[in-house]
């Protein structure tokens, strides 16, 4: 699940606690948290980590109800002209998820996205706020969330602002919620690691299993299987 919490503002520990309470997530995805939703861990157990934005009294925020298995490493991005951004990557061992809450530049946010998908395994998700409008022109990457819309600019135009991308996974279900305290409206995405091709299970056995599948496979064909 991921939410743009708005501050001071907006979502507070109550909401959200309520929010996961109700919809069960594996992880929680936040931007625009404060140090009051530190509180959370303290309220629902699990495990959290905490990235402040440089200068600013927000920034990303994970929660888990699992321990992490290694803390989250925070990303420096490139810089727009307002705020310094960072992303939270956290590996949860079958693939890899970043946290984001991306600059408003549409040139800017893409530059940002090619920076995280660096950082990124093979089988990854990009979640969070990205500011973008359009297309994310990620290679690799397929846009794999809700499509509805999440913020309403200036409360009339509505723009599908939070997303989630993915590499190497596959999203069985996802939803945007009701909006509550925030402006931006939560989603939920169920991910799973997405099959591998016959090839590349080939390729990743070793040369003996390899050698024993081509016997096998002659050995058919002979026999007209």
């Not at 606690?17 to 936040?30: G, K, N, Y």
Request: glycine share 10%; with cysteine.
């Amino acid at each position: 699940m991921s939410w743009n919490l708005l501050r001071r503002v907006g979502a507070n520990v109550a909401g959200i606690a309520t929010l996961i309470e109700r919809e069960q997530p594996d992880l929680v995805l936040m931007q625009e948290a404060t140090r009051d939703i530190d509180g959370l861990k303290a309220r629902l157990g699990g495990d959290y980590a905490w990235a402040q934005l440089p200068g600013r009294i927000h920034g990303l925020a994970i929660w888990s109800r699992t321990p992490f298995v290694t803390r989250p490493e925070v990303i420096a991005l490139p810089s727009g002209a307002l705020i310094d951004r960072v992303c939270q990557v956290l590996d949860l061992g079958d693939f890899g998820v970043a946290n984001v809450h991306l600059s408003h530049g549409q040139v800017l946010n893409r530059r940002q996205l090619r920076r995280i998908a660096l950082s990124l395994p093979e089988r990854a998700a990009v979640i969070g706020d990205f500011n973008l409008v359009g297309p994310p022109l990620l290679p690799g990457f397929t846009d794999a969330g809700p499509r509805r819309p999440t913020h309403a600019m200036g409360r009339v135009v509505p723009l599908r602002l939070d997303r989630c991308l993915v590499r190497g996974l596959v999203c069985q279900g996802g939803a945007v919620l009701p909006r509550g305290a925030s402006d931006h409206r939560p989603i939920v995405v169920h991910l799973a690691p997405a099959p591998q091709p016959r090839e590349e299970r080939a390729r990743g056995r070793n040369p003996i299993d390899r050698f024993a599948m081509r016997i096998s496979a002659s050995l058919k064909r002979r026999a007209g299987l």
